[in-house]
């Protein structure tokens, strides 16, 4: 069966760090690429970052450039996502989620049930 | 980086077909062929409908279309049936190894 399973989400405060992990099965990790997308409460889907197969194209969202790190350890069919500089708009519920492509990306077709995040003091 | 634009809100009688707009720019939906469209309910992951604008997954019903017309992309819903109630989003590839969600429209089944 193929799985994403997130981890590492929790309640921090404003300014503190956070990583997040997502545990693939069911499918040979190495050949796709992945991303992380986030849904604050009762809001819409926001994409956040994307890598290729082979962590040779990542991209971020502007809002989190500069703070968010997203890595791959293909060894371990594993997905991260490091967040410095935490802030309370960073409260969502983090998706992973793996593409139909190994490049750039074409469209987001297996997802976790995701990690929630709280930033709040 | 700036949301694709959609209804908030479009509602059908069971049968009847329903379109969904998403309006992007000339850096996502217009320069790219991969806008692709989940459907999320309540307390639920999204699921992949359609991807590269009109190609649907294996599983996904031949009811779920889309298309795209410049920078403005479409679904359709056709043969509206209750468990089509959710909330849908299009999505769309920007360059550089981004990608940008619409706003998101509430589909209702009267």
């Known amino acids: 069966e193929v799985q994403l399973v997130e981890s590492g989400g929790g309640l921090v405060q404003p300014g503190r760090s956070l990583r997040l992990s997502c545990a693939a099965s069911?499918?040979?990790?190495?050949?796709?690429?992945m991303h992380w997308v986030r849904q604050a409460p009762g809001k819409g889907l926001e994409w956040v970052s994307g890598?290729?197969?082979?962590?040779?194209?990542?991209g971020y969202a502007d809002s989190v450039k500069g703070r968010f790190t997203i890595s791959r350890d293909n060894a371990k069919n594993s997905l991260y996502l490091q967040m410095n500089s935490l802030r309370a708009e960073d409260t969502a519920l983090y998706y992973c989620?793996?593409?139909?492509?190994?490049?750039?990306?074409?469209?987001?077709?297996?997802w976790g049930q995701g990690t929630m995040v709280t930033v709040s003091s | 980086q700036s949301a694709l634009t959609q209804p908030a809100s479009v509602s059908g009688s069971p049968g009847q077909s329903i379109t969904i707009s998403c309006t992007g720019t000339?850096?996502?939906?217009?320069?790219?062929?991969?806008v692709s469209w989940y459907q999320q309910h309540p307390g639920k992951a999204p699921k992949l409908m359609i991807y590269?604008?009109?190609k649907r997954p294996s599983g996904v019903s031949n009811r779920f279309s889309g298309s795209k017309s410049g920078n403005t992309a479409s679904l359709t819903i056709s043969g509206l049936q209750a468990e089509d109630e959710a909330d849908y989003y299009c999505?769309?590839?920007?360059?550089?190894?981004?990608?940008?969600f619409g706003t998101g429209t509430k589909v209702t089944v009267l």
């Open positions: 989620a793996k593409d139909k492509g190994a490049a750039e990306g074409i469209a987001f077709d297996i």
């Open positions: 069911g499918f040979t990790f190495d050949d796709y690429a």
């Open positions: 890598i290729s197969w082979n962590s040779g194209s990542i």
């Open positions: 000339s850096s996502d939906v217009g320069s790219y062929n991969l």
């Open positions: 590269e604008v009109s």
């Open positions: 999505c769309s590839y920007a360059g550089s190894s981004t990608f940008v």
